[in-house]
């Protein structure tokens, strides 16, 4: 098959029959559902990428198993160079997509070629046999993957065995000679709407008697027993200049349940060695807060542009604090990409040789996403003013008796037109105002997980012993020679 084009791709979808419910309906084709359109399009602009003369490069890799050109998102990151094409691929697409919901997946594989390389090592498992037959069919057929990682999780103050409900995390109910049956469901999962396959893998450390818990597997997304259950950011009942951004582009996020689902034993990378849950958890986090240095600097590209856009329909663009707060939000965001660079070109390889970005950095760039995600939406609604959320719909403003007052009172700049400025306010409030910017806020915050865990890691993996020791030699407690050689 080699690399789809957005049409086959679609076509894909089309093909798969899974059960999907949204806003109380099933679903029948998911390629026409008003919800999914503008899903669709924004993982189909990742299709028409790799055959974009500007962007295939980047869209592009060879596979390091068949040397064959795949996506970029099936590829196992064999370079650092590798690290900072996804960042440049995941910045280049949400600027105009916003979330393109295939990194998720991308980040599983990526995790799981260590892991079930890991697993075999110890135990001769035949996981990483399974696993590398799998990725050579999704590297084929240029499938769409998303990962379910996150599972309900029942009461937060306890383990999976100690639920009260032992289906609160997703679990083997029975092992088969031809393969294992699952239960349990997982929340939020993005993307998985208008995906091929479900990559589903644990979502916590376990201990040894959550071993039932330790789980890791892939299966189409029309397997028997799966049901998801979804919602969208595409708008409900405006028109395309009220929402320009949401009724072309949209993301989406379903609970996935898992209703006893038979998994045959070539696409299971785990059951039951709860040791390698840990660094499972470990590396899928890594890599994916990681991702937040490419795709959110993205979309502060488009909010950063369009906060200038006001300022310049608004005609303030000169003024000294308009020009400061913009220039706030460019720190913000170019930080957090200057610390995904820094996180690519520090990182190792592990298992099996795949690159994996570095841990410190990947927390850092999330946390702060996670914090100063929020900040950009106060200084683009300081700048654009109140019209941000006040400006009359697409309907108000064609309708012959008022668009002459409209065009006359909603007209800022001289030499702009009024209908630009009501395009101009109509994409902010669409990005920062309504239901986009919420999803924007809380996956900033929660996606990859929630901000404690980033600070955790971040104190875990700072060497504050040797920064200890810089000090003492530094106080004169020690000699200054012993820091001179110390790694720091
Ligand atoms: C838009 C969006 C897209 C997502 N996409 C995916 C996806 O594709 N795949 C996937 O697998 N997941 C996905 N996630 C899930 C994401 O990883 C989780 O939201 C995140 O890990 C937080 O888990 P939670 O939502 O269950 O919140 P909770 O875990 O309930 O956290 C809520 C708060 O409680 C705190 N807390 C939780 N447990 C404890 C405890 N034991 N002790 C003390 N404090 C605790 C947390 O720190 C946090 O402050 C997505 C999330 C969002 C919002």
């Not at 995390?169 to 998985?192: C, F, L, P, T």
């Not at 502060?300 to 400061?324: F, M, S």
Request: with cysteine.
């Amino acid at each position: 098959m080699g690399l789809k084009t957005k049409f086959e791709y679609i076509d894909s979808l089309r093909r798969q029959k899974p059960a999907i419910y949204i806003y109380g309906e099933q679903v029948e084709d998911r390629t026409k559902h008003p919800a999914l359109r503008p899903v669709i399009e924004s993982v189909g602009l990742t299709y028409e990428f790799a055959h974009h003369p500007k962007y295939r490069e980047l869209a592009t890799a060879k596979s390091h198993l068949t040397s064959e050109v795949i996506s970029r998102f099936n590829h196992i990151h064999q370079s650092n160079d590798d690290l900072l094409k996804k960042l440049q691929l995941t910045r280049a697409l949400t600027r105009f997509a916003g979330c393109v919901a295939r990194c998720v997946g991308w980040d599983a594989l990526n995790t799981l070629s260590i892991v079930a390389y890991e697993i075999d090592r110890k135990y001769k498992t035949g996981y990483y046999e399974n696993f590398v037959n799998y990725l050579k069919y999704v590297q084929k057929e240029d499938l769409a993957l998303a990962c379910a990682m996150t599972d309900v999780k029942g009461d937060r103050s306890l383990r999976p065995a100690d639920q009260q409900d032992k289906d609160m995390y997703v679990h083997i109910v029975e092992k088969r000679e031809n393969g294992i049956v699952v239960r349990g469901a997982k929340a939020h999962i993005s993307g998985v709407m208008v995906s091929n396959e479900i990559i589903v893998m644990p979502t916590r450390a376990m201990r040894e008697k959550d071993k039932d818990y330790a789980v890791a597997f892939a299966i189409p997304v029309d397997t028997p027993g799966v049901i998801m259950v979804g919602r969208t950011t595409a708008p409900r009942e405006v028109g395309k200049m009220d929402a320009p951004f949401r009724s072309k582009w949209g993301a989406s996020e379903a609970f996935v349940i898992f209703d006893d689902v038979f998994v045959p034993w070539d696409r299971v990378f785990m059951c039951g060695e709860w040791e390698f849950t840990g660094m499972l958890v470990e590396i899928f986090a890594t890599y994916h807060r990681f991702s937040y240095a490419g795709c959110k600097p993205g979309m502060c590209d488009l909010i950063i542009g369009t906060a200038a856009l006001l300022a310049e329909y608004n005609n303030v663009e000169h003024a000294d604090h308009i020009q400061r707060k913009l220039t706030d939000m460019v720190m913000t965001s170019e930080t957090v990409y200057a610390c995904g660079v820094a996180a690519a070109a520090q990182g190792k390889p592990m298992g099996p040789g795949t690159y994996v970005p570095d841990v410190l950095y990947s927390n850092i760039v999330k946390h702060t996403v996670a914090t100063k995600i929020y900040e950009e939406f106060q200084r683009i609604h300081d700048i654009g003013g109140g019209l941000v959320v006040t400006t009359p719909s697409e309907k108000d403003f064609n309708h012959p008796k008022l668009r002459p007052y409209l065009e006359k009172y909603l007209k800022g700049k001289v030499d702009v037109s009024a209908e630009y400025r009501v395009r101009a306010f109509k994409l902010a409030e669409d990005l920062t105002a309504h239901g986009f910017a919420g999803w924007l806020m809380v996956v900033s915050c929660h996606g990859g997980g929630s901000p404690e865990a980033q600070r955790l890691t971040i104190f875990r993996s700072y060497n504050f012993n040797k920064r200890k020791e810089l000090a003492k030699c530094m106080s004169g407690i020690k000699p200054l020679e012993e820091c001179l050689t110390l790694e720091m």
